[in-house]
């Protein structure tokens, strides 16, 4: 079983769509969960992370953890054809240690 | 949100060379990684370094890999003896200053012919 895994996709929504993005692992360790985005051929960008299980919110973009299900998802209201990329999840059982990602899945959203 | 850039963009080198990828933070941070994505593939950690030492380091990070800080400024990535296999994007990540969050460099692509 993968550490941590993610539909590849590609996933394609029109334009104003909400999108669930989601991510499961298998390590119970881990503690702090992070999103990323990545354009073609560029460095992950950090949108959010979290800590233990909850909610959080940042603009059009919520972040979710369920611990007791080793399951994340990010939703984005309102999808933009900027949003279009590639949306790595990531996580690590210690703030500062080395970080586990997922396969990503690719984001289409078409105008 | 920290900066970090990274030097070249892309190389290219002949198998068994030695290449050295630079990562030059625009501020002072206290953690340096580096990480390396495969066409096609996940993102993988190979090393993280702090306080001029590496603290974490991965199976991938063999005796062919080094880093070191060598003007307290760049953060670099040595790879001795290239192999095919070596042929990635290498990027970069930071944190440090009271967060702990990475943040990554826009990284450098390597292909080994």
């Known amino acids: 079983q993968k550490e941590v895994e993610q539909d590849p996709g590609p996933l394609s929504v029109p334009e104003g769509a909400i999108v669930s993005l989601n991510c499961t692992y298998s390590n119970s360790a881990f503690q702090y969960f992070m999103w990323y985005r990545q354009y073609s051929r560029k460095g992950p960008e950090l949108l959010m992370y979290?800590?233990?299980?909850g909610n959080k919110e940042d603009g059009r973009f919520t972040a979710q953890v369920d611990k007791s299900s080793k399951y994340i998802s990010l939703f984005i209201r309102d999808s933009q054809p900027s949003d279009s990329a590639t949306y790595l999840c990531a996580m690590t059982r210690v703030w500062g240690n080395m970080l586990t990602f997922g396969g990503g899945t690719r984001l289409m959203v078409k105008p | 949100e920290p900066e970090v850039t990274q030097t070249p963009s892309h190389q290219v080198t002949q198998m068994g060379q030695e290449v050295i990828l630079r990562c030059v933070p625009i501020s002072n941070h206290l953690y340096f990684y580096w990480y390396r994505q495969i066409l096609g593939q996940k993102v993988e950690f190979l090393v993280s370094?702090?306080?001029?030492?590496?603290?974490?380091k991965s199976e991938i990070f063999d005796d062919q890999f080094s880093v070191e800080r060598p003007d307290g400024s760049n953060f670099t990535l040595k790879i001795r003896s290239t192999k095919l296999e070596d042929s990635a994007m290498y990027f970069c990540?930071?944190?440090?200053?009271?967060?702990?969050?990475?943040?990554f460099g826009p990284g450098t692509r390597l292909t080994v012919t």
């Open positions: 370094f702090y306080n001029n030492e590496i603290s974490e």
């Open positions: 990540a930071i944190s440090g200053g009271g967060a702990y969050e990475q943040y």
């Open positions: 979290t800590y233990s299980s």
